[in-house]
């Protein structure tokens, strides 16, 4: 499937989205246009990304995802997300001759606050499929800890999560803050640095960069658009080791996307 199909069909959904919104247009210059739409506990997703990097790791380009996210109430919330990437090239994470395709199917609950800090804990359950001859599609179990609060202008923040079936941990620090309004978008920034231990090897990973806005469209729908550098630290003088990064670093790149989120 090509990019101008993808894109064609990305247009379509999106245009679906909107009608079905059922409010009135929000125009983008207006920065409490959505002040008076109510709260949505629930949520669909989808998007384009021209490259999957997950946690310092390129997966995939050129890939489509789609994701439904529930709040069950109590500070408990569960969702499924599933990726597929569009370029009939072995991922460096699975073999897949037919490219890359993740299913993540997951849970988070709200604690209480840890030394002022918002805190929450979360299981991920991952299936990475495969078409490769004679082997069978591999999973890992991951619960992780997520922890932020306001710093410095915006939110510093902590995520650590544990694999079990390869036995890995991984720690990243982050930030978050808003830029301000320009040409009538707001535009927020984050950036993230990681740390990879694996069996008896362990080093920073990567650190990236991002720029980000939302477009409402309606009370329901917004728009989500991204650009973003990631620079691969894997072996590099900042002492990064080769062996706790998996599959190997994503390189020093530019990549970006966009995606779509209804609430209901």
Known sequence: MSVKTILTTFAIATGALALQAGDSYVPF?????????????????????????????????????GAVDLDLGGGLSVGAWYLEGLQNTPSALNGNPDGYEELNLYANYALPQILGF??????????FYTDVPGTTESTEHEVNISLSRDAFGGTIGYFGAKGFVNNTWYHEANYARSLGSFAGLDVNYDAALGYWHTSGTSGFSHHQHRLSTSLPIGCRLTINPYVAYIDSLVGGPTGGAAGAFPAGGAGDQWFGGVSATYGF
């Open 29 to 65: 210059d207006s920065k409490n246009a959505c002040d008076a739409c109510p709260s949505y506990d629930h949520s669909l997703s989808f998007g384009y990304d021209t490259d999957y990097i997950w946690r310092g790791t390129s997966a995939a380009t050129d890939s489509i995802w």
């Open 118 to 127: 918002d805190a929450s804990i979360g299981y991920v359950f991952y299936d």
